[in-house]
């Protein structure tokens, strides 16, 4: 019997049932004899099927083809291991961004079909993913143009050629039974011989971007979770006394190359800064500025973190990489909620609270960090400490001497470096960056000297911890400073820029709180010159 036949039979078969369901509706009553009838000749019709064992050729044939597709695959599988590689990269290691950053930037990336659509760019600012670029054209700094990127989507498999060769690329997401902890992770599928070329060229790349950010990393539970990404920001954005930002940029550089030197003596490679003074002066950002220059990461400790104890921050502190800045800010707090020599307890602190002057109206805190004295100085210079960090500790106190001796002594914070409100010098500066344009602020002899004039009449000083008393006023030149979008005569700003310095008491207000006045007159210079004395004075009614 050949197949049409079988069909056939199947066919009539089926046509017998279904006159006999038509039947059986119509008329009920006598549906009894004509089922068994139709059943009948169902069974009639079926059994030569069932007999010519057609049924068993068309059952091996199936099975032979599906085992023919199994081992052919299985076949395949074993070739392509043979050649291939399956690499992995977890989401919390550096490789895994190398990746994203190089499939972001692969042309085939940009016809694929199932995308993510985030705002998250792997720490690399706009570098990553295909930027949806600005909505409204005319004014690319919009608030509106947001900025949002094509990733990779989870669970796709993407296949792409590398120099002649197939790549295949899987980002799978790793439930970790906790929703807001989601890691994905992802595998690359390629050929032994390019794995190696492609991390290299891929890392490169990376790293070529990076140079152009500033990576942020926070002490989150019981890992370092890479927080943001900031764009790096000149040395001379940041205006401090002449000369002191070089001072402690030229230090750090000093250190992190001379590796060999520390080691030859056995002294161990570690250089910490404790930036004190004024709030809003400049301290967190010249640390950016400082990592940016030195091409380093920042990872923030916050010692007043709930779960915070001795035995995490020493975790902590040794799992940082080879060259990074560690940033524990406002360290004083850390001592106010029981940061002394012998305990922790909130209430028996040794000496004045650190930071009565700036926090006296504050209620206190419920203490939750579990960090001690000893726990910190263990971290810091211990066994499990780390070698080749730059730590930098600071805090809103006046004065160095609210930290244990212990803590500031050389080897631990090297240099100190006091911070205070806003001299003429810093005032003037500040005013000519806001209103000049960037190629109009250039380093003009007659203004450098009068530069220098007012550092010599202020006293911001940096201070070595093995002199702590020895004053050493810094003088330098000023550099060249960004410039804004509005365009007014130089000679004019010049002249008002002095005019305003001489309004503003000198150490009156914050570096902060008078770029906060000058925003308000961004676009009218004149003005706020004039309301600049009436300002200050309100300013330090309320100091
Ligand atoms: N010396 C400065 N030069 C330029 N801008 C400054 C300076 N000081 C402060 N600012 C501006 O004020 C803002 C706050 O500065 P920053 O956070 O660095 O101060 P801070 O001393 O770390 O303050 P806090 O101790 O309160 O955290 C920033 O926007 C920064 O641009």
Redesign the pocket.
Same mark, same amino acid.
């Given at each position: 019997m050949d197949s049409s036949s079988i069909v056939q039979l199947v066919l009539s078969a089926l046509t017998n049932v279904t006159n006999t369901s038509f039947v059986n509706q119509t008329s009920s009553t006598s549906s009894s004899p004509l089922s068994s009838l139709t059943n009948d000749a169902l069974l009639t019709s079926l059994l030569p099927l069932l007999f010519s064992y057609d049924w068993l050729k068309i059952l091996l044939l199936g099975s032979a083809f599906e085992a023919l597709r199994r081992g052919f695959f299985s076949v395949w599988r074993g070739v392509v291991k043979g050649f291939w590689i399956e690499a992995t990269f977890e989401q919390d290691d550096e490789p895994y961004d190398w990746l994203m950053l190089w499939v972001s930037n692969h042309p085939s990336w940009h016809k694929a079909r199932v995308v993510d659509v985030s705002s998250r760019s792997y720490l690399l600012g706009d570098h990553i993913g295909v930027p949806l670029g600005p909505i409204d054209t005319s004014d690319p700094d919009s608030e509106s143009n947001l900025s949002v990127h094509y990733l990779p989507s989870r669970s796709e498999t993407y296949t792409l050629w590398y120099n002649g060769c197939y790549v295949q690329i899987i980002r799978k997401m790793q439930d970790n039974g906790d929703s807001r902890y989601r890691d994905s992770n992802e595998t690359l599928c390629v050929r032994r011989a390019v794995l190696h070329s492609l991390l290299v060229e891929a890392s490169q790349a990376y790293v070529t971007t990076r140079k152009r950010v500033v990576r942020i990393f926070v002490a989150d539970r019981d890992h370092w979770r890479s927080f943001s990404s900031i764009h790096k920001r000149p040395l001379h /954005?940041?205006?401090?006394e002449p000369g002191m930002a070089e001072l402690i940029l030229e230090d750090a550089r000093d250190f992190l190359g001379s590796k060999a030197w520390y080691r030859e003596r056995g002294i161990p490679f570690r250089r910490g800064y404790f930036l004190y003074?004024?709030?809003?002066?400049?301290?967190? /950002?010249?640390i950016h500025t400082l990592a940016g220059e030195l091409n380093l990461d920042v990872y923030i400790v916050s010692l007043s973190r709930a779960g915070m104890d001795d035995s995490t921050l020493i975790q902590f502190l040794s799992e940082l990489p080879s060259r990074c800045i560690a940033l524990m800010?406002?360290i004083d707090t850390a001592f106010q909620y029981g940061l002394n020599r012998n305990t922790s307890s909130p209430t028996s602190t040794t000496g004045p609270s650190p930071n009565s002057h700036s926090r006296s109206n504050d209620v206190d805190p419920p203490k939750t960090s579990g960090i001690t004295l000893s726990g910190l100085l263990n971290a810091l210079d211990g066994v499990a400490a780390h070698e080749g960090r730059l730590l930098f500790a600071?805090s809103?106190c006046k004065s160095a001497s609210v930290l244990d001796a212990a803590l500031r002594r050389p080897g631990r914070m090297d240099l100190h470096v006091e911070?205070r409100l806003a001299s003429r010098y810093?005032a003037e500066e500040?005013f000519k960056r806001f209103y000049l344009a960037s190629e109009e602020l250039v380093v003009v002899d007659g203004e450098d000297e009068e530069g220098e004039k007012s550092a010599e009449e202020t006293d911001v000083l940096l201070r070595s911890s093995e002199s702590p008393e020895s004053e050493s006023p810094i003088h330098g030149s000023t550099h060249a400073l960004p410039g804004q979008a509005f365009h007014f005569p130089r000679p004019k700003i010049l002249a008002l820029a002095s005019e305003f310095a001489h309004a503003i008491p000198e150490r009156s207000c914050?570096?902060?709180s008078l770029?906060g006045y000058l925003m308000k007159y961004k676009t009218r210079p004149e003005v706020a010159v004039r309301e600049a004395g009436a300002w200050a004075e309100t300013e330090a009614g309320k100091a």
């Open positions: /954005s940041v205006i401090l003074g004024a709030p809003g002066s400049g301290k967190t /950002s010249l800010e406002d600071t809103n911070f810093q500040l914050s570096m902060a770029q």
